[in-house]
């Protein structure tokens, strides 16, 4: 039992260090920055491009992917290192992992050789951005239930419907789209998958404001948008399946979630004064940052079990699912129990103003969204119990019935 | 990165489980449990006779010289089987303890026994309820004469030797080595929660006490032999909540309700799944105390206490969900529900309970180097 680099991952990780160090700042220790999520600021895209150019010229970029993709052709294990050592440093984030963790796969797993060819290097590169239109107003955690139609014309399709909570499609050059070509099947028979530019005629992008007040996701609106039968992956009827490579790639793409994390609670408690003096001191205090400590350090701590599996050349299962179920929730509660340490001046939401520049608050807002984004922790719960326990599936109402005589609700 | 156990003690581990399945270990905590055994005497030998006992006692003192890691995968299966033999008392209280402080004497005199399982050792410390404070303390040792009373003492009925937390001559706490079938020792049996592991009062009056360790080192003392016992519980709890689990998932898999599986309910589904994961925490918590232990490394006194509140909190939750998912059968005393519920309770307080346990996680939290803090983006161990 150790935690030593076998002597190929330590030189992994040195050459990791040296192109850090020389390319990036540090994060300083505690403080909001790299977790804040600045997509927002002014000059943050060209930012995130130009730092993706760079990691991608030094083969930094789809570590794991195949050399004829652009890719490194390295190992998982080299990844997670690679992970492990740019979290120390404040580099952009936010504006890749969507198209690199989810969409060039797909495109890479299903498409020929010329498509690959043609976009996996520019993503990796930084130079084009992807975005996933799955979500609609009738499919978010029941994804089968959308109804974007896709009729053949041709050779081409033409796509009309809604999707809805795309991250990103506003500063998106594609995206890649479910869509239903056959009503008079069963729910998950009749979907066809395509990929577009989001240039193309007849698609409507129009950003949704999220509770934190940033406009990070959008309504996609499409009418008559023509796509041509060449932009199709995987067999006609066969949307699903390919869905399905998107969408086990989403959990391995869906990251940590940000902070305040344990060290920023702690930091906090060991400052502020409570009625009976500082924080720490306080019994009920000491107990939440306890339960707090002991989580955060179990899921490091499953997280290098994880690695270890990866170093030996297995595949992690969806016990994955773990660091994402428990992470949202700690992260939604230290937030919320750090304003309540700061009392009355709790709800104040001006940085100049507030311990860790007011990270706690902005927390509280965007916490929300981490237990809904890529599987809510009801259908993670699901996963679990069913892949990983073995129960039974939810009884379901909706499986071999066409999908035009399905019953819909209200909302 | 090899954040694993060995081949070598996973065969162990999977050697005891095997053992431990065709002795039907369950069926003996149940009787044991019924007929107010203490524990069962022809399980034990045969443990002994394999050497598990003394596990991680040098092969100097007749050991098997495997260290604590061999205890921890052991410690694990016998936690899952419920077996009801002084294993924790005998191996992770008495023998560490000498091994710590024992004087070379000591340790001859001792170890050989303890190992092989010749004779039972067990740590008599708690006085009745309330916490155990030096300055509360009543058990004291005048001259080398011991006074006062100790309960709940595990294993304190079958046990041939104590190691006993008392006042010195100096006042202070101090450990003594105490022989409980010389003079001035009376024992009884006391009721628990859990007769499936027996516990007892035990009355000094006057009994002959040899110091373990030197003068004034006593609480110093007992803070390590915890911090390391913490440990080896954690595993025990372990394996009590993955078999706990196991048990919930088979019956929610076989029990028909509203004319389906009661597991296809997400109500028990998400349940079973939270028991899950509190499991896998803990489990990832125990393993970097198991690395510290077995490093003897300074972060061990923070990763005991990690590893004792997350295993604690895990084998109760999945001990009393499991019978929640088994709804009336649950209560029922043929069930083996209970024994695993009455186990997690009384491992959680065995050595003290979380409360105790979290604020010293954070008292050592607070003396760390910033480095202890990096938490979730650490790469640190
Ligand atoms: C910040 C953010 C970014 C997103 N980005 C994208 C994106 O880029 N592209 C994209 O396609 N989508 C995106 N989504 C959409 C996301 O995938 C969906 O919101 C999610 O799948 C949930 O779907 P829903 O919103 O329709 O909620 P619903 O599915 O309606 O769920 C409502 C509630 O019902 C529960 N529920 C639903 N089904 C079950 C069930 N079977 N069992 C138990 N409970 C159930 C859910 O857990 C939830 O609590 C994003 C969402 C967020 C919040």
Redesign the interface.
């Known amino acids: 039992m150790d935690f030593n680099d076998t002597p190929e991952e330590a030189a992994f990780r040195a050459r990791v260090k040296e192109f850090l160090a020389a390319n990036a700042a540090r994060r300083a220790p505690g403080s909001a920055e790299g977790y804040r999520s600045s997509q927002s600021a002014p000059g943050a895209l060209e930012r995130a491009k130009d730092w993706q150019a760079r990691k991608h010229s030094a083969g930094f970029a789809g570590i794991t992917w195949p050399q004829e993709w652009g890719g490194r052709g390295g190992s998982p294990i080299e990844q997670v290192i690679y992970n492990q050592e740019e979290a120390a440093y404040a580099v952009p984030r936010g504006f890749f992992e969507i198209g690199l963790g989810m969409c060039i796969p797909t495109v890479c797993g299903w498409g020929t050789a010329e498509q690959r060819q043609r976009f996996a290097p520019p993503a990796l590169a930084g130079s084009e951005i992807w975005c996933q239109l799955f979500s609609e107003p009738a499919g978010g955690s029941d994804l089968a239930g959308l109804r974007t139609r896709a009729e053949r014309s041709g050779d081409d399709w033409i796509i009309n419907g809604q999707k809805i909570w795309t991250s990103g499609a506003h500063y998106s050059d594609y995206g890649i789209l479910v869509a239903r070509s056959d009503p008079g099947m069963p729910k998950h028979k009749g979907l066809t998958f395509f990929f577009l530019s989001m240039k193309t005629p007849g698609v409507d992008i129009r950003p949704i404001r999220q509770i934190s007040g940033h406009s990070h996701f959008n309504e996609v609106f499409f009418t008559d948008v023509r796509i041509p039968d060449s932009q199709r992956l995987g067999a006609v009827g066969a949307g699903w399946q390919v869905a399905l490579t998107t969408l086990m790639n989403e959990r391995l793409a869906v990251g940590d979630a940000p902070g305040p994390d344990f060290r920023e609670i702690f930091d906090l408690a060991r400052r502020i004064e409570l009625d009976d003096g500082p924080a720490i001191r306080n019994a009920a205090v000491r107990d939440q940052l306890a339960q707090w400590y002991v989580k955060t350090q179990g899921l490091k701590y499953t997280r290098f079990r994880t690695m270890t599996r990866l170093s030996r050349g297995e595949t992690p299962g969806p016990e994955a699912s773990i660091g994402k179920l428990v992470g949202a929730s700690k992260l939604q509660e230290i937030a919320a129990f750090g304003m309540d340490l700061m009392e009355m001046g709790g709800i104040i939401s001006d940085p100049s103003v507030m311990p860790a520049e007011a990270l706690f608050q902005q927390a509280l807002l965007y916490s929300p969204a981490l237990r809904i984004a890529g599987g809510s922790d009801e259908i993670l719960r699901n996963i679990i119990a069913e892949r990983v326990l073995g129960l039974p599936a939810d009884l379901r109402v909706d499986k071999d019935v066409p999908f035009n005589r399905l019953p819909t609700g209200r909302r | 990165?090899?954040?694993?156990?060995?081949d070598e003690l996973k065969q162990l581990r999977d050697e005891a489980r095997r053992f431990l399945a065709e002795r039907n270990a369950l069926a003996a905590a149940r009787r044991v449990l019924e007929s107010d055994g203490g524990h069962d005497a022809a399980l034990w030998r045969e443990i002994g006779e394999m050497g598990w006992i003394g596990a991680a006692i040098p092969e100097a003192f007749g050991g098997a010289g495997l260290g604590p890691?061999g205890l921890c995968v052991l410690a694990e299966e016998l936690g899952a089987a419920l077996a009801p033999v002084p294993f924790s008392s005998s191996a992770y209280l008495a023998s560490e303890a000498i091994l710590l402080a024992g004087s070379a004497a000591q340790k001859e005199r001792y170890l050989p026994k303890l190992a092989s399982g010749a004779i039972i050792g067990t740590l008599a410390l708690a006085e009745g309820p309330g916490a155990l404070t030096p300055a509360r303390l009543g058990a004291a040792v005048a001259g080398d004469r011991l006074t006062g009373t100790k309960q709940p003492v595990p294993d304190g009925a079958a046990a041939d030797i104590a190691v006993v937390a008392a006042r010195g001559t100096d006042r202070r706490l101090a450990l003594f080595l105490v022989d409980l079938a010389a003079a001035g020792v009376a024992r009884e049996r006391i009721a628990t929660i859990d007769p499936s592991r027996g516990h007892a009062r035990l009355i000094f009056s006057g009994a002959a006490a040899e110091p373990l360790g030197p003068a004034g080192g006593g609480e110093r003392l007992l803070e390590r032999l915890f911090d390391r016992a913490a440990v080896l519980f954690a595993f025990e709890q372990l394996g009590g909540a993955r078999a706990a689990?196991d048990m919930a998932?088979a019956y929610?898999?076989e029990r028909y309700a509203f004319g389906?599986?009661i597991?296809?309910f997400?109500a028990?589904?998400?349940k079973?799944?939270?028991v899950?994961?509190a499991g896998?925490?803990?489990?990832?918590?125990a393993?970097?105390g198991?690395?510290a232990l077995?490093q003897e490394a300074p972060e061990l006194p923070l990763a005991a206490?990690?590893a004792r509140?997350?295993a604690s909190?895990a084998f109760y939750l999945a001990a009393k969900e499991n019978i929640q998912t088994h709804g009336g059968m649950g209560y029922t005393w043929a069930f083996d529900c209970h024994l695993y519920y009455r186990r997690a309770k009384l491992l959680a307080l065995a050595l003290g309970s979380t409360?105790i346990?979290?604020?010293r996680?954070?008292a050592r939290?607070?003396t760390q180097h910033?480095g202890a803090?990096?938490?979730?983006?650490?790469?640190a161990?």
């Open positions: 990165m090899n954040f694993d156990f060995s890691l689990l998932k929610a898999l389906r599986p597991g296809s997400q028990i589904k998400h079973l799944a939270d899950y994961v896998e925490l803990a489990r990832s918590n393993y970097y198991a690395w077995s206490a990690t509140v997350a909190d409360r346990w979290k604020d996680l954070v939290l607070e910033d803090l990096d938490g979730a983006t650490g790469i161990p």
